[in-house]
């Protein structure tokens, strides 16, 4: 892990950290964006910055707030920025996820769950919180494969119900059905098309399950 630290960020206001949100860059390289997460003009920030090689930039204390996240909100809360921790991943949003980087961010997410008692359910992607206006880490990030290690939550299908209820009980914001259906679809179901449909809906009921029964279904 590398210290360079940004100068944007400021105060949790009062908040504990109950979520890690994940991003991409959307940018060619990690320099590139080393330079905008520590540029004071477009206040913007993150806690941590992963290299495609694995490299990890630690950019702000996370015992302070930094500036990832925007409007937006998670389990009928907003102010995501003070109640989170933001890692942003090198990536263009086109192209696979480096062996390196995902290593790394298993690791870093091991260590962030534990020091934070966070639950896998905590670890969640910018487009979860923001639905109607972001799209990263993506559909070519591999949510399943943190899944597998109890690093965020996976659902096993259930009885089909209503796709909107089950997703605001496990945490998105208030939006159009279609609007959280891309926003599911793109961590969920990143192979599905086409209008909603009951695979949907069952995926969206396993979702409801996990926040009721925590972590038993997270794989």
Known sequence: MRAHPSPNFGDRRGKRVDLIVLHYTAMASAAEALARLCDPGPEVSAHYLIDRDGTVFHLVDEAMRAWHAGAGEWGGEGDVN???IGIELQNTGSEP???????????LLSDLLGRHALSPKA?????DMAPDRKGDP???FDW???????????????????????????GYPDAP????????RLRFRPWGEGPLD?????LAAGLRRIAVDGEALRA
């Open 82 to 84: 003070s109640r989170s």
């Open 123 to 127: 670890v969640i992607g910018h487009s």
């Open 198 to 202: 009951d695979t949907d809906r069952a």
């Open 138 to 140: 993506g559909a070519r």
């Open 144 to 170: 399943r494969r943190l899944a597998l290690q109890g690093l965020t939550v996976w659902p096993v299908p259930a009885e089909p119900g209503d796709l909107q209820a089950d997703l605001r009980a496990f």
């Open 177 to 184: 059905t279609d609007t959280l259906l891309t926003a599911f």
């Open 97 to 107: 996820f480096a062996e390196p980087q995902m290593a790394a961010l298993e690791a």
